[in-house]
C-alpha cells in the first residue's frame, strides 16, 4: 500500500470506522462507505496500533468547502485497494481525454496514474470533480524501465502542463521514486537544491 490508493472497507471495517466519527459526520460518512465510496490512503501518522488512517469526502461542498473526516480503519478490515495505477485505465475511459497524458508520459518511458477528484468521479460515477479542479497524477518509470533523467522529465512536465492546459485544467504531478516515496515534480524540475518526498510513514527532503 502507498499514499493516494482507494481503499474499500468491509462492513466490520465501515463498522469501526465511523464509530469514533463525530455525530454529524457519521451521519454522511456511514451511507457514503456503504454506498461503495472508497477512502483514501494517507501518510501515516500512528494515531492508533493497527489502523490505517484514510481520509475520506463528500462529493458535496457545504458553505463552499467539501465534507471531508478522517477514518481510523481496521488493518483486517479492507476488502479492496485499487492504486492511482489501477484507476488510470477506469478514468481513461470515463474522460477519454486522459488517454492524451497516459500517452505522453509512455513516450518518457513513465507510466501515469490518477488519483484525487478525477479518481472518485472514475470510480464511483459521483460528481467529485467541479470548476477549478486539478488533474492529479502520479508517475513512475514504465515497469522494468530506468528513471529518466531530470532534462526528460522537465520537458516531459513542460509537454504535459501544455496537454493540461488544452483540456481545460492543470495538472498536478508527483514522481514515485523507486524506493517509494514521492515528489512533486514541478520541485523536482526546478531550481531548488532539495525536494520534498513524503511516503506512507515518512516525510523528508532529499537532495
Known amino acids: 500500500m502507498n499514499r493516494h490508493d482507494l481503499l474499500f472497507p468491509t462492513q466490520a471495517g465501515i463498522t469501526s470506522a465511523i464509530k469514533g466519527l463525530a455525530p454529524d459526520s457519521r451521519a454522511w460518512a456511514g451511507p457514503l462507505l456503504a454506498g461503495g465510496v472508497p477512502c483514501i490512503l494517507r501518510r501515516q501518522e500512528g494515531l492508533a496500533p493497527g489502523m490505517l488512517e484514510a481520509g475520506l469526502s463528500h462529493p458535496d461542498r457545504e458553505s463552499g468547502h467539501r465534507l471531508r473526516a478522517l477514518l481510523l480503519l481496521p488493518v483486517g478490515e479492507v ?3 485499487l492504486t492511482p495505477f ?41 460528481a467529485y470533480r467541479g470548476e477549478g479542479s486539478d488533474l492529479d497524477i502520479i508517475l513512475r518509470p514504465v515497469e522494468g524501465g530506468p528513471m529518466p533523467s531530470r532534462s526528460a522529465l522537465t520537458a ?16 498536478d504531478m508527483e514522481l514515485e521514486l523507486p524506493d517509494g516515496p514521492a515528489c512533486k515534480l514541478a520541485e523536482l524540475t526546478g531550481s531548488g537544491r532539495t525536494v520534498l518526498c513524503k511516503g506512507l510513514y515518512s516525510v523528508e527532503l532529499r537532495d
Open 156 to 171: 516531459f512536465y513542460r509537454e504535459a502542463q501544455a496537454l493540461a492546459g488544452r483540456l481545460g485544467t492543470c495538472a
Open 79 to 81: 476488502a479492496q485497494t
Open 86 to 126: 489501477e484507476v488510470m485505465p477506469r478514468a481513461v475511459r470515463w474522460w477519454p481525454q486522459l488517454g492524451r497524458i497516459t500517452g505522453l508520459a509512455a513516450r518518457y518511458g513513465l507510466a501515469a496514474g490518477i488519483y484525487g477528484s478525477t479518481a472518485l468521479c472514475a470510480v464511483t460515477g459521483l
